[in-house]
């Protein structure tokens, strides 16, 4: 448990928040939805909350604990799949934005890891534009730089769902949450042009579409590593004085 909610206390908080200038907190933003019969519905959970802990190792920042069920639509066709609507996601992130700024973290991090959370670019968006300070991570440029890192072979288009980079950061984090099977389940869909109005099932019925056999837990390190590292650069951005 201690992976996905942080064992702070408010003496914690209170003493990281004293020996920086810019309050910094990382709100990790998952979901709960099919991710095929090997990986758990938890995975995108387990992935951003993987993502935020690794920030929160190199950098002074309050991590939060994630938000588990979020807009996963596309995926209703499968059981054990639950979403709630994008207006709700947008208010519980904008609310949870607003409570920390009354407690003196004026800067939030959302780190998304279901690629269906649209709206969250709306949510940045928005509050950017009142002048408040927010950044959604990690964009397709980090992943990108994550994947020619870790030598993951998948294209970012070839590997949508339960592929490659999820399973590979899962056998690092997660290992004992995978079940048999990821090693022949590939399935390539690039063309998915229509998938806002069929969802997943009109172009997979496993719900994978990538290539989970190439996964590794050394992949999924490395994927880690570099988006930590590209990290860096939003850390600084939020907290200078510009």
């Known amino acids: 448990m201690s992976d996905l909610v942080p064992a702070d206390t408010t003496e914690d908080v209170r003493t990281r928040g004293a020996g920086v200038s810019r309050q ?29 802990r690794e920030i929160a190792g190199a950098y002074p920042v309050h991590l939060l604990p ?3 069920i979020s807009c996963s639509h596309e995926h209703a066709a499968w059981p054990g799949t639950v979403s709630i609507s994008s207006v709700t996601l947008h208010a519980v992130v904008r609310d949870i934005a607003a409570s920390l700024r009354r407690s003196g973290v004026d800067t939030l991090v959302v780190v998304n890891g ?4 649209y709206v969250l670019g709306n949510v940045v968006q928005e509050s950017s534009a ?28 070839t590997d949508m769902h339960a592929g490659e980079i999820e399973t590979s950061i899962l056998l690092h984090a997660h ?5 048999p099977g990821y090693e022949k389940a590939d399935f390539v869909a690039d ?13 997979t ?4 579409i990538g290539r989970p056999s190439l996964g590794s837990a050394e992949k999924g390190k490395e994927l880690l590593a570099s988006l930590a590292d590209s990290f860096g650069a939003y850390f600084s951005m939020l907290t200078s004085d510009a």
């Open 66 to 68: 994630p938000v588990t």
């Open 130 to 157: 009142r002048g408040e300070r927010m950044a959604l991570f990690p964009a397709a440029e980090d992943w990108e730089a994550a994947r020619e890192r870790a030598g993951v072979i998948t294209s970012l288009l």
């Open 24 to 52: 910094v907190a990382v709100l990790p933003v998952g979901s709960f939805e099919q991710h095929g019969p090997y990986l758990p519905l938890a995975t995108d959970t387990l992935v951003a909350c993987a993502v935020a």
């Open 191 to 203: 063309d998915r042009r229509h998938l806002l109005t069929l969802g997943m099932s009109g172009y």
């Open 205 to 208: 019925d496993s719900g994978v």
């Open 175 to 179: 290992p004992e949450m995978l079940r």
């Open 114 to 117: 279901h690629g269906g959370n």
